[in-house]
């Protein structure tokens, strides 16, 4: 009974992971739906974004389950990762082509096909390195996850389908969408690839020390996302990167004394 129930548990984990790329493969088909009938919509936008972001949800439950039925398997951990590209990978790619960049003007046109596919091809890098451990992933990450580029890539579409941004209403956004957001892409994709440690919270046990504190600001974030998901979910994303990004350069800037005195005692 205990080996039936174990198989039919083992099932869970790589369901919940299956969610993840049913998500992704939506969120593809929704855009490329909008593109066949020219229907480009704040509702189509949001929709693609917010199957990417059910991805994430996705992604983060299906190793809780598993850890938490403890049926974790090389299996599982393959079917993530190609869920993890679709999703992650792909999807964000197709949706910042669709929605923004297929009308940007023709100087930087050239450029965006092949900004897509070197933001996809370093998720793929950046997944298949996790698989290898060519790194120690420890408390931190080795670059930036996908699921966290994915969603710096879905701000900027919640952004303008909620209405906080209007690009072509003045010079500076028009300058954000046709010669800035066209490399962001590129940017992202280099990230996932670095070497640049970013923080890794469900690793971390800060939480566990002020437990209430931590569980009062879950709910705040939860009941925000509930009625101003287009600009909290940006401010998630973004606030990430950029403290990631900060601590990276307060790293380089000012090594741990530790650092310093092993460096020294070498050059000694």
């Known amino acids: 009974m205990k080996d039936k129930m174990r198989k039919k548990i083992h099932i ?18 929704i ?6 009938n020219n229907d480009f919509s704040n509702k189509r936008l949001t929709q693609a974004a917010m199957c990417v972001f059910f991805g994430m949800i996705f992604d983060v439950f299906d190793g809780f389950v598993a850890r938490l039925t403890k049926t974790s398997s090389r299996f599982g951990m393959e079917l993530d ?10 999807a964000p790619s197709v949706l910042m082509y669709i929605f923004v960049l297929k009308d940007i003007p023709d100087p930087v046109r050239k450029l965006v096909l092949p900004c897509c596919m070197v933001y996809t091809c370093c998720a793929a890098l950046r997944l298949a390195r996790f698989n290898a451990q060519i790194e120690d992933e420890g408390k931190t990450f080795s670059g930036i996850p996908t699921p966290e580029a994915a969603g710096v890539m879905i701000s900027y579409l919640l952004l303008l389908s909620h209405g906080y941004l209007k690009p072509g209403t003045n010079s500076f956004h028009e300058i954000l969408q046709n010669y800035i957001v066209p490399f962001v892409p590129v940017g992202l994709g280099l990230l996932m690839v670095a070497t640049i440690r970013f923080p890794a919270p469900a690793k971390q046990i800060v939480w566990q020390r002020h437990p209430f504190i931590y569980l009062v600001l879950i709910v705040f974030i939860l009941v925000a996302l ?18 990631g990004l900060l601590q990276a350069a307060r790293r380089a800037l000012f090594p741990p004394k530790a650092k310093a005195e092993n460096q020294e005692s070498q050059e000694e």
């Not at 869970?12 to 088909?29: H, Q």
């Open 226 to 243: 509930i009625f101003r998901p287009g600009l909290v979910l940006p401010v998630l994303f973004l606030g990430y990167l950029f403290y």
């Open 12 to 29: 869970l984990p790589n369901f919940v992971t299956a969610c993840n790329l049913v998500m992704g493969v939506n969120a593809i088909m």
């Open 31 to 36: 855009s490329l739906g909008a593109f066949a």
């Open 81 to 90: 990762s190609l869920a993890d590209l679709v999703t992650f990978g792909v």
